[in-house]
Structure formats: structure tokens, C-alpha cells
């Protein structure tokens, strides 16, 4: 019989073998990266849809305005990705880490995620609508706004995360641990289905709550 216990996030699953020294722009030039350690990359406006990152080592990478729709990245670590937009739509993201990183707005919708750790990053608009993610852990990370609606999520946590406004219409929802998270707003109250919460939480949701099943409080 399965158990109804929370589950945590699966971190990701990263061995990086030896890696060869790249010159950055093979990230531009090459469809298929494996193997590869690259420092300070450039990508501001670029067209990266298709690219392909395999057991590899980025560091320093600007990304400004870029699109990486359809990309796969894979087994790789990702550190200092810096970009105010960033277009990575139906991308493919499994065992991968990104640490350290600045992103103002970036579109997510219909990506794959699966073993994803994101490490001390500071994040804008996120845009995960129609998302599916397993595994997906974001720690000691700032968002100003997660957009989850029609998502499927299973095994999400933010630990040390602060989120300010958090949108869940019709998302879907099992085994996320929003215990921490203090948003400002969060809407529909009705998708938390399938969250876990703390007592505090309970707390500040708790007009909401009353108000979507039609209850007065009085007194």
C-alpha cells in the first residue's frame, strides 16, 4: 500500500567525469556538447534552440535575451548564469545543477524537469505553466513570482527559498513542501491540494481559505 508520507526531492545525480576545456564558443557553434568545461560564455540574443548539454561544466554565462527552446540539458552544472530574459520554453533539464545565478524573467512553460537542484540563486518571474517536474529542489534561492498553473509537480521543495507571489491555477500537486515560504499572494487557494504547509502558513491562508468555501468569521 503506498504511503501518504511526504516525500523529498531525488537531488541530482551528478559524477562528472574529466572534462576538456572548451572555448566558449562552441556553445554556439556546436549542436551536441559532451564532456566539456567552458568559462565565460556569451550568449546575449543568441539562438541556442536544439543545443544539447551532456556531462558538462559551464561558469560565467551570460545569457541575456537568448532562446534555448527545445534544448536538453543533461547531467551538467551550471554556475553564475546570469541574463534578464531568457527563453528556455520545452527545454529538457535532468540531473542538473544551477548554482549562484541571476535571472530576471525566464519561460520554463512545457519543459521537462527531473532531478533539478537550483542553489542560491535570485530569480524574478519564473514561468513553469504546463510544466511537468519530478525532483525539483530550490535552495536558499529568492523568486518574486512562480508561475506554476496547469503544472504537474511531484517531490518540490524550497528550503531556505523565499517565493512573493506564488500562481497555481490548476495545478497539479504531490509531495510539495512549501513549509517555509511566506508569499504575499497566493492564488487559487483551492490548487495548494496536494501541498504541504506549516501552521504559520495555515495562519496567514486562513481568510483565503474561509472565503473560497463560503465561510464568515465573525468575532
Avoid at 544539447?52 to 534555448?68: D, K, P, V, Y
Avoid at 527545454?91 to 542560491?120: C, M, N, P, Q, Y
Avoid at 504531490?174 to 495548494?192: Q, T
Wanted: aromatic share 2%; glycine share 6%.
Amino acid at each position: 500500500m503506498p504511503s501518504d508520507r511526504l516525500q523529498a526531492p531525488i537531488a541530482p545525480s551528478l559524477r562528472l567525469p574529466r572534462l576538456e576545456d572548451v572555448d566558449a564558443r562552441a556553445v554556439h557553434d556546436a549542436a551536441v556538447l559532451d564532456r566539456a568545461r567552458i568559462v565565460d560564455v556569451d550568449s546575449t540574443g543568441a539562438d541556442l534552440d536544439e543545443l544539447a548539454l551532456s556531462e558538462c561544466a559551464i561558469e560565467r554565462w551570460q545569457a541575456t535575451g537568448a532562446r534555448m527552446r527545445h534544448a536538453h540539458v543533461v547531467e551538467s552544472r551550471i554556475e553564475r548564469l546570469d541574463a534578464a530574459t531568457l527563453d528556455a520554453s520545452r527545454t529538457v533539464w535532468r540531473d542538473v545543477e544551477v548554482v549562484a545565478s541571476r535571472i530576471g524573467s525566464i519561460d520554463l512553460s512545457d519543459a521537462s524537469i527531473r532531478s533539478v537542484a537550483l542553489v542560491g540563486c535570485k530569480l524574478g518571474h519564473v514561468n513553469l505553466r504546463a510544466a511537468r517536474v519530478r525532483d525539483l529542489t530550490l535552495r536558499d534561492c529568492t523568486i518574486d513570482v512562480l508561475d506554476l498553473g496547469d503544472a504537474e509537480l511531484d517531490r518540490v521543495a524550497f528550503p531556505g527559498s523565499s517565493v512573493a507571489t506564488l500562481e497555481l491555477p490548476r495545478a497539479r500537486m504531490r509531495h510539495v513542501d512549501l513549509r517555509g515560504l511566506e508569499p504575499r499572494a497566493v492564488s487559487p487557494v483551492e490548487s495548494l491540494a496536494g501541498a504541504t504547509i506549516d501552521g504559520d502558513q495555515l495562519a496567514l491562508l486562513a481568510p483565503a481559505l474561509a472565503a473560497h468555501v463560503g465561510l464568515r468569521v465573525v468575532g
